[in-house]
């Protein structure tokens, strides 16, 4: 993503977003060079809006959207699906008639029980002028990714072009030095007195918008992974002590006929039991402060049974290893040597 600040007043800011994307294309590695006025994540322009043929509503009750203008390759550089009809042409010129594109959540708010394309709408960005709704594309979730997408809108770059516009380049994998170093010559190449603002990963960004939850992600899994250490140990440890103190008594189970296998399942029943009630009582917590989790996760449950599942089989399977090791050890205790020691 390259941002660049043109200067107040150009009439001509769709020349120079062609001529700069043409060069863009030219760059090693470049498959779509879309533009777009604000960036997802980045920064936000919410508009109020009328629907031609609905009442206007009170002043101050407008409905509200987030609002685009873009260019065509956009979308693909984006990877934002076209759900239906069409997304924006090289042929949506000034001089051709005004066109727009709705997201899924806008045409599901706005118009739930009619189709939207065809529809007309005007945004508060200028004076009334109605677009024909042309297609519909998914949502994207302008102010990261555990937040809910709010309806938006695109305009035509074309029909409504902007000051300041930002490149977003799809590459057809990481991007490479020799593509990074093409980036600013690119500009100036066309306009050598205009700033590059910034030139950010698009990865980077959205990383940006979730460290506050990988942090705290990163910090509770490492306090759980030192609790878990603790705890085997904890379980080994108490599980060697109660075999060393009943050396005599397995001895003596073996030299009556006992079998080192039904030792080994006599101390692993005895040590897992006192683990599944820990289980149980520990599933019964976590459900009760799965609330609490909730704001780090992102589409997921709190309560998700495979989640519980799955982290109760891996914490019974290391609990199962602690009391495994003491327990083969009960298993090998040879009866003479128990009964000559006591």
């Known amino acids: 993503m390259a941002g660049v600040q043109r200067a107040q007043g150009d009439q001509a800011p769709v020349a120079f977003v062609n001529r700069v994307a043409e060069k863009y294309r030219a760059l090693p590695g470049v498959n779509y060079v879309g533009v777009t006025h604000t960036v997802p994540q980045l920064g936000d322009w919410v508009l109020t809006f009328l629907i ?7 002043e101050g009750e407008e409905p509200t959207c987030n609002y685009y203008s873009v260019t065509p390759d956009y979308f693909p550089a984006m990877r934002i699906r076209l759900l239906r009809g069409r997304t924006f042409t090289e042929q949506d010129t000034a001089q051709a008639a005004p066109v727009a594109l709705i997201t899924e959540s806008f045409a ?21 002028r109605y677009r024909e709704i042309v297609g519909i594309v998914a949502d994207v979730r302008q102010y990261g990714a555990d937040q809910q997408a709010l309806p938006q809108f695109y ?16 590459t ?10 093409g980036l600013r010559p690119a500009v100036f190449a066309v306009d050598k007195d205009q700033p590059v603002s910034s030139i950010r990963p698009l990865a980077a960004v959205v990383a940006d918008t979730v460290s506050r939850q990988r942090f705290v992600t990163v910090l509770l899994a490492l306090f759980a992974t030192v609790a878990l250490a603790i705890a085997a140990v904890g ?31 006599l101390v692993l029943r005895q040590g897992l039991g006192t683990v599944g009630v820990g289980l149980a009582l520990g599933a019964a917590a976590a459900l009760a402060l799965g609330r609490i989790m909730e704001s780090l996760l992102f589409q997921t449950s709190a309560r998700d049974p495979l989640v519980f599942a799955g982290l109760a089989a891996a914490l019974a399977a290391v609990a199962l290893l602690a009391c495994w090791l003491p327990a083969r050890r009960a298993a090998r205790t040879d009866p003479m040597v128990a009964l000559r020691a006591e």
């Open 172 to 181: 057809d994998g990481p991007a490479r030095a020799p593509m990074l170093q």
């Open 52 to 58: 031609d043929g609905r009442p206007a509503p009170p």
């Open 155 to 170: 305009d035509c770059f074309y029909q409504k072009p902007f000051n300041s516009p930002n490149f977003i380049l799809r």
């Open 108 to 128: 599901r708010k706005y118009f739930p029980h009619e189709n939207p394309l065809g529809q007309r709408i005007s945004v508060s960005n200028g004076p009334t």
């Open 235 to 265: 379980i080994y440890g108490v599980t060697a002590y109660s075999v060393s103190q009943r050396t005599t008594e397995l001895g003596v189970r073996l030299a009556l006929g006992a079998s080192p296998a039904g030792v080994l399942g």
